[in-house]
């Protein structure tokens, strides 16, 4: 936002320069980037009466004009030949700089020229002049023109955050201006005709429009703006147009609010129909090219054409031009959203839509429209009839009850109670006791998009009051607090195990697609966004592998096929209403287990990726088990619920090749987990129980069975462990290849036995052992490929 400090000063009269307000806007939340100098213009340049005007004796295209300039006269030499005497011109002296000229007297075909006529393109006040400007009111001849002109305005460029629409404008920052420097805020209004109704008809169809405020103005006379108007709106970085047109923009940049101008006597029918826009209809707009509308955007149409992309931009069609007589005025308040949508899709960032998209004041509709009749009555003749106004979707304000107490209880200092209701009657709100220790705040309309709770009127009241000028205090703190708490700690080791391992800690964003949700939902959770920031990311992340899942395949598409990524962070489950966020710690691999080993040429497999999860486990001191479990996307073979003391806290698995490929463009196969850390941390053993030394020796026992594939080979290990003396059971080795028959694999079981009591012999183990191979084979569908002892 730029402001012009001649422009701020209409409204506030404060004795303070550019950069004392620019660091009072700044302190205040209002950051200032830049003080420009928008016209670049310095040094005596001095109102003129041209008083004698001659043929240059060697050059037919020169005149040699007698300036007076009120102390002495001067001789100048032009090249425009319609100076005339008794004009009276902006004239630029010796040392006068004019953007990067610097004026020097100098001889033109041997007359010496004592300075130089100014045009406005050369005054910075327009893009291309064709002659020299001249007076249309008297100006005392020697007058100043640089302080006449107000061309040594500064303007600050503002950066407006985006809660702060109301300072989108020039009253907005002189509200502003008014609190921080303890003065009144003067809004001057002036008398405009008003005669007979209003004979345009308003519709509003579109749920998108919440007011629609109009009245005509008859008897326009289009023309140039006055000077100060197209210097107001050049410091703003608007470009003049003609008068009318010039008239909205400046009520925009004055009072914040989008306004605009139809030429009625362009229009199908006198009415307005605001209705949503239908699939396939195009418009053309005022930037000479025509849209194709995708549906549901909103449109003002005359019942009949569109006539504008409804806080956007106006149509090509209605726009005033030099023929215009009649205009029918426009102040609405449309759905920030929908008209956010629609600038983002068209890509047309305009002020309006800016200004928009951010939430304009919904009552202030009479006012904007009553200032811009003054304007157009004023400096285009217009004479306007009554106001039409549906409002659709009424915006009350927002009553907050103000604990008086509460600014020192949250600043930690309290300031005087005149001092703080002042601050808030002059940023608009209106305060009123309902006790001696509460105030009902009313909040203006204009802050309806920013101000809802107390704590937002603590912080205007610090901002104002200057949070610079609060006694600082420094931080207390507890010895005891030092050190990380004891999940901290817990938490800490998990990242620690997990990067032993050899894997990466990622940190990915908390929210996914719905689309890739809807699609592949294994936990059957979903947390909408009610404002996502994208479409992209509008629901909260049900679990931790859909971030990096989608990690993994950027690695991999860019030839990194060796994936190894963890993270631990928050899930969000429950109803969108109240959801419950619940950490966990998850894993991806995918490739070799040891990518800078070139000897190992292992991969990931389910069973060396749930080896490294019993390891997790064994840092924890605690036993997790795995039971059989089915999930959509994953491979049922090779996935299973992880349990601690009977509960489930989780799972690992295998990611179905067909998902791995059509999500995230993996060839591979993709082992992930993931579970509860509360469990984790709750059931860690900090001091393991002691276990007595085993005294007797253990043997081992190795046979392969050829397994029908598809077959669950857990169960067969859990039961191992049913027989006597065994201690230890497991999996050593899978083989698929050379000599196994079709539709098997070649699994090798392991067993070790031990007994408390005695050294185990030869013939105890074998009995055991020849006992349990007999009866796996028979209660199982298991061959017995041959025995490795």
Known sequence: MRLSIEWLKEFVNIDASAEEIAEKYSLSGNNVEEIISPFNVSGKIVAGKVIKVQKHSNADRLIVCKVDIGSEVRTIVTGDLTVKEGDIVPLALEGARLGELVITPRKMRGILSEGMMCSLEELGLEEKSESVYRFKEYVEPGTDIISYLKLDDKVLDVEITPNRSDCLSVIGLAREASALFDVDLNIKEKEFKVEGKCDVDVEIESEGCWRYTTRIVKGVKVSESPLWLQRRLIAAGVRPINNVVDITNYMMLETGHPVHAFDLNLFSNRKILVRDAKKGEKILLLDGNEYELDGGEILITDGEKPLAL??????????????????????AMFDPVKIRKTSKKFGLMTES????????????????????????????????????????????????????????????????????????????????????????????????????????????????????????????????????????????????????????????????????????????????????????????????????????????????????????????????????????????????????????????????????????????????????????????????AIYLNGKEIGFVGMIDPEIADKFYDVKDEIYVFELSTADLYKNYVEVP???????????????????????????????????????????????????????????????????????LNEEEINETWNNIKRKLTEKYPLKLRFEEV
């Open 353 to 640: 839509s800016y200004r928009f998209e951010r939430g304009v004041d919904p009552n202030d509709a009479e006012f904007v429209i009553n200032r811009l009749s003054q304007l157009l009555y004023e400096l285009a003749g217009g004479i306007s009839t009554e106001i039409v106004d549906v409002y659709k979707r009424k915006i009350e304000n927002v009553v907050i009850e103000y604990p008086k107490e509460m600014t020192k209880k949250v600043l930690g200092e309290d300031f005087e109670e005149n001092v703080k209701k002042k601050i808030l009657q002059r940023l608009g709100f209106e305060v009123e006791d309902i006790d001696e220790k509460t105030w009902k705040i009313s909040v203006p309309t204009f802050r309806f998009f920013d101000v809802e709770r107390p704590i937002d009127i603590v912080e205007e009241i610090s901002r104002i009051y200057g949070t610079e000028k609060i006694e600082n205090e420094p931080f207390r703190i507890p010895a005891g607090g030092i050190g990380r708490t004891k999940e901290q700690k817990l938490r800490y080791m998990l990242k620690q195990n997990m990067t032993s391992e050899g894997f990466s800690e990622a940190i990915t964003l908390s929210f996914v697609s719905e689309d890739i949700v809807n699609k592949w939902n294994f936990t059957n959770e979903k947390v909408k966004i009610s404002n996502p920031i994208n479409e992209e990311m509008n629901v909260m992340r049900p679990s931790l592998l859909y971030g990096l899942l989608e990690s993994l395949s950027y690695n991999y598409k860019r030839q990194n096929r060796d994936v190894k990524l963890f993270e631990v962070g928050k899930v969000f489950r429950g109803a969108t209403e109240k959801p419950e966020d619940v950490e966990k710690v998850a894993a991806v691999a995918v490739g070799r287990i040891n990518k800078y080993d070139y000897t190992d040429y292992r991969v990931f497999t389910f069973y060396n990726f749930r080896g490294m999860l019993d390891n997790l486990a064994e840092a924890f001191r605690i036993k997790i088990e795995y039971k059989e479990k089915e999930l959509p996307g994953f491979v049922p073979t090779r996935t299973a």
């Open 310 to 331: 409804a806080g956007i931009m106006g149509g090509e069609e209605t726009g005033v031009n030099e023929n215009t007589t009649d205009v029918l005025l426009e102040i």
């Open 689 to 759: 129980q002691y276990r007595q030394s085993v005294v007797y020796p253990s043997v081992r026992r190795d046979v392969s069975f050829l397994v029908p594939k598809g077959f669950k080979m857990g169960t067969v290990i859990d039961e191992l462990f049913e027989y006597k003396y065994v201690e230890e059971a497991g999996i050593s080795d899978i083989y698929e290849g050379k000599g196994i028959p079709d539709g098997y694999t070649s699994v090798t079981v392991y067993c070790v036995f031990r007994s408390n009591e005695k050294t």
